[in-house]
């Protein structure tokens, strides 16, 4: 068993003494003074039980079971390296491929527009999107399977171990086809819509949650006539009037002369923060800070210019 007083910064300082023969020109390798690299020479010496060096006058001169000892120490730090890179590799730490989880809706402005800015940035870069619910995304993000998120933030704050970036916010509508009558007022009343026919998406999304929490505080259930696991497939629903829904204002474009989006009265205004959630340990991936710079850039271009927040089509 090696001794805990034979350390990895010890072995190092014994290959650069060996290697340049010299205390001066040793500390400065080492980023130390002439006095710690002679303590701790001769802390690893009696660590080893044995000699290493010897003395000459004021010089120390490495013996044989040093050189021994310092090639052993440059062979363990290379393995070590090689051990720290794949591990890096396995982590996604500055790997040759960058996996980006995110929600539908995002697809239809924000990601499209991220992916060449991330290739300008680091054309090298082979970019995998995965696409999920929220649950579904963040179970990917804590096992690994992606290297960071674009998604709705967590109202409650970022589970242990996170970190979130805000990028731009946007606001809930009531989407409906535009072949049915429009809304008598130009916002909509969640109170008034008790009788009608409603779609929406399955548990685990961002806008479901937000669903089922406004019609919960509206005092009553919608009758929901289908759920579906992507927010395209509910607006074709919408567009062909199976029934209304609630909608971000980010995918208002896609169907811009189908769907209707009326904003909800100010009691049921419902705002959704979108981010980048990823791993506080890999926050200095080169990888990831490019996604970052990147990302901030497009939320303030969205956010300026009201992509996200004002519909193209509101009936």
């Not at 390798?29 to 010496?45: G, K, N, P």
């Not at 009788?195 to 949650?209: I, M, N, Y």
């Not at 909608?247 to 009691?267: D, H, K, N, W, Y």
Request: charge should be neutral; include cysteine.
């Amino acid at each position: 068993m090696i001794s805990e007083e034979i350390t990895l910064r010890k072995l190092q300082t014994l290959a650069a003494f060996v290697a340049t023969g010299s205390l001066s020109r040793t500390a400065e390798r080492m980023q130390m003074s002439t006095v710690s690299v002679h303590r701790a020479l001769h802390s690893l010496e009696d660590a080893m039980r044995c000699a290493l060096f010897r003395h000459e006058g004021r010089r120390l001169i490495a013996l044989p079971a040093a050189l021994a000892l310092a090639e052993a120490a440059e062979d363990a730090e290379r393995t070590l390296e090689s051990g720290i890179s794949k591990a890096r590799e396995k982590a996604g730490f500055g790997a040759a491929q960058l996996k980006i989880g995110a929600m539908y809706s995002l697809t239809v402005e924000l990601i499209p527009r991220l992916v060449m800015g991330v290739k300008l940035r680091r054309p090298e870069l082979a970019i995998e999107l995965q696409l999920g619910s929220n649950a579904q995304l963040l179970d990917k993000l804590q096992t690994q399977t992606v290297d960071a998120l674009l998604m709705s933030l967590p109202d409650e704050g970022s589970p242990p171990g996170l970190l979130a970036v805000p990028l731009f916010e946007d606001q809930l509508y009531l989407a409906s086809s535009l072949n049915s009558p429009a809304p008598a007022s130009t916002t909509a009343d969640l109170a008034d819509y008790r009788d009608e026919k409603f779609v929406a998406l399955s548990d685990g999304f961002a806008t479901s949650r937000d669903f089922q929490r406004l019609f919960s505080s509206a005092g009553y259930q919608p009758d929901v006539v289908m759920r579906v696991d992507d927010i395209f497939s509910l607006m074709n629903l919408v567009a062909a009037g199976v029934g209304l829904s609630l909608l971000p204002g980010r995918v208002s474009s896609l169907f811009a002369g189908r769907i209707r989006f009326t904003p909800l009265a100010q009691e049921w205004r419902s705002t959704q923060r979108i981010g980048l959630l990823l791993q506080e340990c890999r926050e200095r991936d080169p990888n990831l800070l490019a996604l970052l710079a990147e990302a901030r850039m497009l939320g303030q271009q969205m956010s300026a210019s009201g992509i996200a927040a004002k519909p193209l089509a509101s009936g």
